[in-house]
């Protein structure tokens, strides 16, 4: 069984997802697979050189962060386009990882925080939302990126919001610091070792 979680910038999903390991549950963080794969995924590189020009990438092999952000920087359609090249690329790493598991196990988390938004919900078999006050929030990505209100403010617009996301969301987990998150995800995980396919 395949779990999506996902929630906003600063939610708290990592920190659960690390709370999901240790009860023996493996999780495939797309958000950090889709930055290595940008690197070594050949299908993919040749599709990035294809659209943005062979300065995609450095002479090393890196990828050239100036040059694509240059272009997709507050350019959706060009930013959809680099969306379509990437989401496919990481739904076909995450069925490899899958499909490379060395042991048995009773479900297994994708995080992302697009999950919604790429619509690699709908190859999940149930989907978590992490939901928190936008003041905790807040003040969690200050703190840990080191950035301004502002800064985080402009990385929550290109999200969907809670209200929206919530509609799609099978689960939610409240990570407003005062309902207890090891509780929550104990429920979730007994919920889970009991559905039957
Ligand atoms: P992003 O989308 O930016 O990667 P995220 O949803 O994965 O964020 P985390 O990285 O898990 O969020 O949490 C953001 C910060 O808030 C981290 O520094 C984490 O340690 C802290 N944090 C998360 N939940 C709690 C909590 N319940 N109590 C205290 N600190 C928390």
Redesign the pocket.
């Known amino acids: 069984m395949k779990i999506g979680i996902t929630?906003?910038?600063?939610?708290?999903?990592?920190?659960?997802c690390r709370i999901f390991e240790t009860l023996g549950i493996p999780v495939f963080y797309a958000?950090t697979v889709a930055k290595q794969i940008m690197v070594d995924d050949e299908i993919l590189i040749k599709g990035v050189k294809d659209t943005f020009g062979q300065e995609s990438y450095l002479p090393d092999g890196g990828l050239n962060n100036k040059h694509i952000a240059n272009i997709v920087f507050n350019n959706e359609a060009e930013l959809l386009k680099l969306n379509q090249l990437v989401h496919p690329a990481v739904f076909r790493a995450f069925d490899t990882w899958v499909a490379n598991l060395k042991t048995e196990v009773p479900y297994v988390l994708k995080?992302a925080?697009l999950l919604f938004e790429s619509g690699s919900y709908k190859m999940c078999d149930k989907n978590i939302l992490?939901t928190?006050p936008l003041e905790l929030k807040l003040d969690?990505?200050i703190?840990?990126?080191q950035v301004t209100a502002e800064q985080v403010k402009a990385r929550m617009d290109k999200q969907l919001t809670d209200e929206q996301k919530i509609k799609l969301a099978d689960y939610l987990i409240h990570?407003d610091?005062s309902n207890s998150?090891i509780q929550q995800v104990l429920e979730l995980h007994h919920l889970f070792l009991n559905i039957k396919h």
């Open positions: 929630g906003g910038i600063g939610s708290g999903k990592t920190t659960i958000d995080e925080a992490v928190a969690r990505v703190k840990r990126d990570n610091e998150l």
